[in-house]
């Protein structure tokens, strides 16, 4: 390949029936920090490439607005960790989850609130809706 030449291949999105996901959240202000369960979202869009979940943004946004709006906890951070594989979801939960509970000094450095599913169920998004060149197979 000639300098200053670079070629960009494009990853597909395809529609999976199923991926499962959970959330965490956390502010620098405070020392609350928040999950939710592992729950299965149905007809997610994943990238074919590096296999995240598309939009993961949007499905951060959604446990913001829950936290901002129901808890009266606005501006938290808030991520998202997807597969299509529980078995790999939930084993980075746990991985999570100790990084919170566990120290080495044996003490609790967090306020640790869990987000019951009765509560909090993340909505499956739809590509379509936001692109209108999705290049996606179903």
């Given at each position: 390949?000639?300098l200053g030449i670079?070629?960009?291949?494009?990853?597909?999105?395809?529609?999976?029936?199923?991926?499962?996901?959970?959330?965490?959240?956390?502010?620098?202000?405070?020392?609350?920090?928040?999950?939710?369960?592992?729950?299965?979202?149905?007809?997610?869009?994943?990238?074919?490439?590096?296999?995240?979940?598309?939009?993961r943004e949007l499905?951060?946004?959604?446990?913001?607005?829950?936290?901002?709006?129901?808890?009266?906890?606005?501006?938290?951070?808030?991520?998202?960790?997807?597969?299509?594989?529980?078995?790999?979801?939930?084993?980075?939960?746990?991985?999570?989850?100790?990084?919170?509970?566990?120290?080495?000094?044996?003490?609790?450095?967090?306020?640790?609130?869990?987000?019951?599913?009765?509560?909090?169920?993340?909505?499956?998004?739809?590509?379509?809706?936001?692109?209108?060149?999705?290049?996606?197979?179903?």
């Amino acid at each position: 390949m000639a300098l200053g030449i670079s070629t960009q291949i494009s990853a597909k999105k395809v529609q999976v029936p199923k991926m499962y996901i959970f959330g965490f959240a956390a502010s620098f202000n405070d020392t609350i920090v928040h999950f939710t369960n592992v729950q299965e979202i149905d007809s997610a869009w994943m990238d074919t490439k590096n296999k995240f979940l598309q939009t993961r943004e949007l499905y951060s946004y959604q446990l913001r607005d829950f936290l901002a709006k129901k808890k009266q906890m606005p501006r938290r951070t808030c991520i998202v960790v997807a597969n299509k594989n529980r078995k790999k979801v939930e084993k980075k939960y746990l991985k999570f989850k100790k990084l919170y509970t566990q120290s080495k000094d044996k003490l609790q450095h967090y306020d640790i609130r869990y987000i019951e599913d009765q509560e909090f169920q993340f909505n499956t998004i739809n590509l379509r809706d936001f692109y209108d060149d999705v290049n996606a197979k179903e």
